[in-house]
């Protein structure tokens, strides 16, 4: 207490005394102006006007304009993407329709104001040249993505379909040029810079899209999955090439005078591939973790991004293939891809990138397309594109000798088009090769080819009757009891393991396990994906060693992760499905402290809820949402753990607090038969003693095993007693009731499993 009072005084006492001094100071300084001639200017004004003219004066400055545009473009673009992962489509849609809503096509048109108040003219130009930063550190993470080994290992299947999947449509595009180029390409341009680069538009594949999409639908694994992501990796590299040479033939402005720009690019991914690639492997070997990887080792390979994006702008193939030539050849080490791709994607992807879709949004005017006939020919590019990259990559993947269902499937794939499709049509604008009207049709057969991908995966899927299944063929054919965990937190996984091993342990091969993780598709990248899995299982299946349990292990992208969890334990027929409690609301709270939350602030989004009304605070604790979405769809007995280092079912305690929680002794049944536990019932309010059925159904378990199940009737718990159990298995019924009473004995309670039988 004396050392915080000595604390305030000397605070005030420094504060106080240097505050008086520097206004001594100014009172002195003040004196030497005199015969200074200083002339205050005289506006007429009020302090509050000039305080007025100040905030207008700072809030049209270029960086306050600059910081507020990326303000709103965030917020939009989080909204949109969001809205279109929940109707289970690409995020990319939902920020290419963000930057459509910015733009003059919805809030230009009709709030014009705003628009211009937000989006002034003079302002885009910093709005661009930010928005290619993000789009060279894009492109940078799209060339580590790529796996070159898959490449060689696939390369002649993947390289017929590719290259097919590009010619094709790259003809078509062409041939469309020609009857279109009188009409609508800009004055001065020639028919072959025109005709190239609708060409390219039309070939183009959203490799980053595609591999998502691979990952959400399970097919990573498969050979279908391999081969469409080799050829993915295939077209990109190609179609890059590709608009590098369109590129210079464009600015040189025949294909002869193209041959030096192509010569001098040739030369570049030459000593790009021979000098600099061999220099940043041996520094990739020797700094691979993140405790190594320090400040001066990230500084090499930004600058070898930074000159490499330099000598292509300069060589005039633009700077994204030299940031994409970056990426690829940054060392082959998939632990140095991943820690390196984590430092630049969320700044690249959350920060820039929306900018980029926005900077587009504001160049389309859907507006511009005001007649039936210029809706024509946008159908009439719509279709030319599906048709030349669908049914070209479908047609080839047959002829290599895919089947039908998958040549289809690897057409839709590869139909994707998404934020690829966007960079090449700035290109050509900022080139002055694609006139607004042909960018608008452009930006919307982006839109229409990626949308269709996911709805054309299902109606493959449905007509040819084949849908991959949720479930492995070994796990649904399994006659015995079956078990499901999934986990998110390894740890958690093996505390979930153990729990399990406690109810089947002694069943001699009659019980079965599946350890199952799913992990959001966006925090995923196709190339690292086994070693993701590996390490997630590792630790589970350590302790499936320890406890020589056999399991099955199951993993799924996802992008609806309660909904696959409860598809899967359904359609598996599971027995029982156990998980472990999420986030809840209660962080830092009374209860967060009873369920082991030890953090200090409240969650904001279930704050938010109960703020609007849409969640009581106690009516449906201690559950987030995900976890009140498993349980409500869920048609198997669920357990939901919370983990407070459950360890074994030793001493087990069981409070019983309405009729319907007979089912809890059958659970207990389990776990005395397969791990000798000793349990203890609780009948507070004489449930037990005026039910026959329970009581014969605990006499049962008494007869079988003496001195195995006791049942007490006390009305206050002993602290001392709770500290001495290992678990307590409640109902979700008498758990509700256990949290609304608020009971005082809950904060001493051990790991709990709540249970809720079978619909």
């Not at 001098?264 to 990887?293: C, D, W």
């Not at 159990?725 to 256990?738: F, P």
Request: proline share 4%; charged share 20%.
């Amino acid at each position: 207490m004396m050392q915080r009072l000595r604390n305030s005084i000397f605070y005030v006492g420094v504060i106080g005394g240097f505050t008086a001094l520097m206004y001594w100071i100014v009172l002195l300084g003040a004196k030497l102006e005199q015969g200074r001639r200083i002339v205050l200017p005289e506006t007429g004004k009020t302090q509050w006007q000039e305080f007025i003219d100040s905030l207008i004066y700072n809030l049209e400055h270029p960086l306050s304009i600059l910081l507020a545009q990326i303000v709103t473009i965030i917020v939009v673009a989080r909204f949109f993407g969001w809205i279109c992962k929940k109707i289970g489509q690409p995020t990319v849609i939902g920020e290419i329709i963000a930057g459509i809503v910015l733009g003059p096509s919805l809030i230009g048109m009709h709030f014009p104001e705003f628009s211009s108040t937000l989006f002034p003219t003079e302002s885009l130009g910093n709005l661009q040249f930010l928005s290619q930063i993000g789009l060279i550190l894009f492109m940078f993470v799209i060339g580590m993505e790529l796996d070159l080994k898959v490449l060689k290992n696939k390369a002649h299947d993947a390289v017929v379909i590719s290259h097919a999947s590009i010619i094709i449509p790259f003809a078509l595009g062409m041939g469309f040029a020609y009857f279109i180029y009188q009409s609508f390409a800009p004055i001065g341009v020639q028919f072959i810079s025109f005709a190239l680069f609708l060409g390219i538009a039309m070939s183009i594949t959203a490799f980053p899209v595609l591999a998502r999409i691979v990952q959400e639908r399970g097919l990573h694994k498969t050979r279908l999955g391999t081969v469409v992501i080799t050829c993915a990796a295939a077209d990109d590299i190609t179609a890059w090439c590709l608009l590098a040479a369109v590129i210079a033939i464009v600015k040189a402005g025949s294909f002869l005078s193209a041959l030096y720009i192509i010569a001098l690019a040739a030369l570049y991914v030459y000593l790009m591939i021979k000098v600099v690639r061999p220099f940043l492997s041996r520094i990739g070997n020797l700094y691979q973790t993140k405790e190594s990887l320090s400040k001066p080792i990230v500084a090499i390979f930004f600058l070898t991004l930074i000159i490499s994006a330099y000598a292509t702008e300069v060589i005039g193939i633009h700077a994204l293939f030299g940031a994409f030539m970056a990426g690829a050849i940054m060392p082959d080490n998939i632990k140095f891809r991943t820690i390196f791709i984590e430092k630049v994607e969320d700044v690249a992807l959350v920060l820039l990138l929306p900018l980029f879709f926005v900077f587009t949004g504001l160049r389309t005017e859907i507006g511009l397309l005001n007649d039936p006939y210029l809706w024509k020919v946008t159908g009439l590019i719509i279709l030319i594109a599906i048709v030349g990259k669908f049914i070209g990559s479908a047609i080839a993947a047959k002829f290599v000798g895919q089947n039908w269902k998958d040549s289809l499937t690897i057409g839709a794939l590869m139909n994707t088009r998404g934020l690829m499709e966007l960079v090449v049509l700035n290109i050509g604008y900022d080139l002055g090769v694609l006139s607004p009207e042909i960018f608008a049709m452009m930006v919307i057969m982006a839109l229409v080819t990626t949308f269709m991908t996911g709805p054309a995966l299902d109606l493959i899927n449905w007509a040819f009757k084949t849908k991959t299944p949720e479930i492995p063929q070994e796990i649904s054919e399994i006659n015995k009891f079956k078990v499901l965990i999934s986990f998110g937190n390894p740890e958690r996984g093996r505390s979930l393991l153990r729990l399990a091993n406690s109810f089947i342990k002694k069943l001699n091969g009659n019980a079965a396990v599946t350890a199952m993780h799913l992990t959001p598709t966006n925090e995923l990248h196709h190339y690292n994906v086994g070693e993701y899995e590996k390490e997630s299982f590792t630790p589970v299946i350590e302790e499936s060693e320890n406890l020589n349990q056999k399991i099955t292990t199951l993993f799924k992208a996802s992008n609806d992760i309660d909904s696959d969890i409860t598809e899967v334990a359904n359609k598996g027929d599971y027995d029982l499905l156990l998980i472990g409690l999420g986030q809840s609301i209660f962080e830092g709270s009374l209860l967060g402290k009873i369920l082991g939350f030890t953090t200090r602030f409240i969650n904001p989004e279930k704050l938010l809820n109960q703020v609007t009304g849409k969640e009581s605070l106690f009516e449906n604790s201690p559950f987030d949402e995900r976890t009140r979405n498993i349980i409500s769809k869920s048609k198997v007995p669920i357990g939901v753990l919370i983990d407070k280092d459950f360890s074994s079912a030793d001493r087990v305690f069981i409070p019983v607090f309405t009729e319907n929680d007979a089912f809890l002794v059958l659970f207990a049944q389990k776990l005395i038969s397969n791990s000798g536990s000793q349990i203890t019932i609780l009948d507070q309010e004489g449930k037990i003693k005026n039910n026959p059925e329970l009581k014969e159904r605990i006499r049962a378990i008494e007869h079988k095993a003496p001195n195995h199940i006791n049942l007490i009737q006390q009305k206050v718990i002993d602290k001392d007693f709770l500290l001495n159990q290992n678990l307590m298995m409640v109902s979700i019924d008498t758990w509700k009731k256990l949290v609304d009473s608020k009971t005082l004995w809950l904060s001493d309670i051990p790991s709990t499993l709540i249970l809720k039988e079978s619909v």
